[in-house]
């Protein structure tokens, strides 16, 4: 029977996506909005640079511990249930920071934060994997992570309005309590494509139409964590994502301060100039997404399109090294902007791996949660790394150039230690059999 190409007449597929999107906004924000506010918690609060540090950085250590179990979670109770309770506890988390009253209260309200969070981008992975096809995976990969750069563009705004409207604090109970609205709302309208009221019989076919034999043979099956890590792409993707959490956590955490302290912004400043690389951040990630799938859908092989992206994303991403060395405002907005737009042009690339790579669907939220430790380790270091140097030295030109140097290390890691970009053999290979199945 042949398998229809065309466009289904219903289109719940993208809602889904739109909805992971959402939740991406909104983590995004949530993680953002301590950053942005800090300035003015650090003087309500009386804390240093290290302390800072320390509360910008437990929220990745957390997180990062989890990555792993809650891959596996998300793997055995599935999307739904998984990421509606991922966004019920990183609210509850964002609005408890709204009335901490000191450090001790701030750090625990970020480990909460950071264990909520935990499923949140392998249960987006998931529902990926379950609702769209192969082919449009890249895209579908780059709109739901474009919403966690709408979220990080979106905060600087609002964030900074809340703050010098209502204060901090109100700031923080506002934005916790979107987050418990999106989660009421996914719960009740997401389920499975066969289980979906929704759907059409031509978009159901057309979401099962390219899905390797191992998804239609073996549905349900799941590979180890230990077996997972017998694959030398999977230390790739594990060298890989913890650069990049390093490099990218810096947007996140001390940008914000950066430009404070370099250029003497002020909030409302602050709010419109530091969007600037968060929104052409935006546009990237859905050009490359849609660059990704065009390559593939005009033949050219999944592992050439995924890693041409990532290659002209990862390079660009270094240009936050120049950085250290202008005064200039503009200049240094440019290359940053350069630098946030690069790295989001890989993300439709890099967030389709663990569907691409698994080598079952029940193996999904596992090697993602593999990636994501990874990339939480880095985002872990990061700020406090940054914390540290700034207090040793009082300058952002060693933080930027140890930044603009792991996306390096990023780079060639996704080029020569990641291999094929296609499903993982099944079972465990002997070491020398899986060195060659991978180069």
């Not at 991406?24 to 003087?43: E, H, N, V």
């Not at 540090?53 to 596996?72: D, E, H, K, N, R």
């Not at 296609?422 to 199945?437: E, F």
């Amino acid at each position: 029977m042949r398998t229809s190409q065309k466009p289904a007449k219903s289109s719940v597929r993208w809602v889904i996506v739109l909805l992971a999107a959402l939740a991406a906004g909104i983590a995004a924000t949530d993680r953002a909005i301590l950053g942005i506010a800090m300035p003015t918690i650090s003087d309500d609060l009386q804390l240093d640079a290290a302390a800072v540090g320390i509360l910008l950085s437990v929220f990745a250590v957390s997180t990062a511990v989890l990555q792993i179990p809650a891959g596996m979670l998300v793997d055995k109770i599935g999307p739904r249930a998984s990421l509606a309770g991922s966004a019920a506890l990183w609210s509850i988390a964002t609005m408890f920071t709204g009335v901490a009253r000191g450090f001790e209260q701030m750090f625990a309200s970020r480990v909460l934060l950071g264990i909520g969070m935990a499923p949140q981008q392998q249960a987006c992975a998931k529902s990926v994997g379950e609702w769209v096809p192969r082919r449009e995976r890249g895209l579908a990969s780059g709109i739901y992570d474009t919403g966690g750069a709408v979220g990080a563009a979106i905060a600087f705004p609002v964030a900074a309005g809340l703050i010098a409207a209502l204060g901090w604090r109100y700031a923080f109970v506002i934005v916790g309590g979107v987050g418990l609205i999106w989660a009421a709302v996914w719960c009740l309208y997401y389920r499975s494509p066969q289980r979906h009221r929704a759907v059409s019989a031509a978009e159901l076919e057309y979401i099962m139409s390219d899905r390797p034999q191992a998804e239609a043979d073996e549905p349900d099956a799941k590979s180890s964590v230990r077996g997972l890590l017998r694959h030398r792409t999977v230390w790739g993707l594990v060298i890989g994502f913890l650069c990049r959490g390093f490099t990218n956590y810096f947007f996140v955490t001390w940008y914000p301060t950066f430009l404070v302290d370099e250029y003497g912004f002020g909030l409302l400043e602050l709010a419109t100039v530091a969007a600037i690389p968060l929104v052409l951040g935006l546009i990237a990630t859905l050009i490359g997404g849609w660059f990704t799938d065009e390559l593939v859908r005009r033949g050219y092989s999944l592992t050439f399109s995924r890693k041409l992206t990532i290659l002209i994303g990862v390079v660009s991403t270094a240009f936050i090294a120049p950085a250290a060395f202008t005064s200039n405002v503009v200049v240094a907005l440019i290359l940053l902007s350069v630098a946030q737009a690069g790295s989001s042009f890989s993300s439709g690339a890099l967030w389709s791996l663990p569907v691409d790579l698994a080598p079952h669907p029940g193996s999904i939220g596992t090697l993602g949660g593999i990636q994501n430790c990874a990339l939480w380790i880095g985002a872990f270091v990061s700020p406090l790394a940054v914390g540290f140097i700034l207090s040793a030295t009082g300058t952002f030109v060693a933080p930027l150039l140890v930044a603009g140097g792991t996306a390096v290390f990023a780079l060639l890691a996704f080029l020569f230690v990641v291999g094929e970009i296609a499903p993982l053999p099944v079972a465990p290979l002997p070491a020398a059999a899986d060195a060659h199945r991978d180069v």
